[in-house]
């Protein structure tokens, strides 16, 4: 077996181990493998495997992370699964030492969330194929996504009977399994009608899915790894960056609600934040953006 295989099989073994043992969520355990994942990409681009990174190494890799525009909790998830998985991996002998032992993200990170302006939300709106029944799933797709600000896995999760598009509102089931309801755009009402009329119908066929978004092929509900694959596709064609992700919308559904004057706490209860200071993150990239604007404009900035 090669080292990079070794090492894959490792990474089952301990992700077995958090499901089985430890008990954690599956989505839980599918951030980790990708993080994991990740990682021994990051290893075999120094020529390496994951168990052979030092501190040092480590370290990189976790500022390699936070440039590329991960949030901080995405980055804090990472670091805890990394000290995890080398805790493991030192007290079943397969390392000497334990490398990430007491590894952490940089206290003093201020980066703020990336979003896409106005025009690259439009331009990528306009990349799938509506003519078809994939391209006008994808339509409404990010028509939704951007009008309501949901979590990937809230949206992914929508059952048809949560739209009340007559009324312009959904229901969905957020973190701690609180109930919100969430308002939907003009745009974006019509965009899912027609998927709903035209498009579900065709790519269901004969099958039943309890799933508002389906699979082009099969039928199944559209998992969140998928509709992320579909997302990164478009922003590649329409050219607004290769690492956007879901919830790199969400930040731009909150950061323009607040440019055009939105209440912070109604922002807060779309976005379904337990605590205000969470929304609050999102004062701050205005705040960015006028400092940026009086700095080029003001002739004694």
Known sequence: MSMDAA????????????QLQRRLSDNTVASYGRDLAALEEFAV????TSAALDRTALEAFVRERM????SPRSVARFVACARGFYRYLTLHRHVAANPAEDLRAPRAWTTLP?????????RLLDMPNVETARGLRDRALIELLYATGLRVSELVGLRPSDLNLEAHHLTTMGKGRKQRIVPIGDEAAVWVERYVREARPRLLGRRQSPRLFVNARGGAGLSRVGFWKILKAYAIEAGVGHNISPHVLRHSFATHLLERGADLRAIQMMLGHADLSTTQIYTHVLESRLRALYERFHPRA
């Open 114 to 122: 990336k979003y896409l302006t106005v025009d690259e939300v439009d």
């Open 7 to 18: 090492m894959s099989a490792l990474a089952d073994v301990y992700l077995s181990h958090l």
């Open 45 to 48: 681009g120094r020529r390496t």
């Open 67 to 70: 440039m590329s525009g991960r």
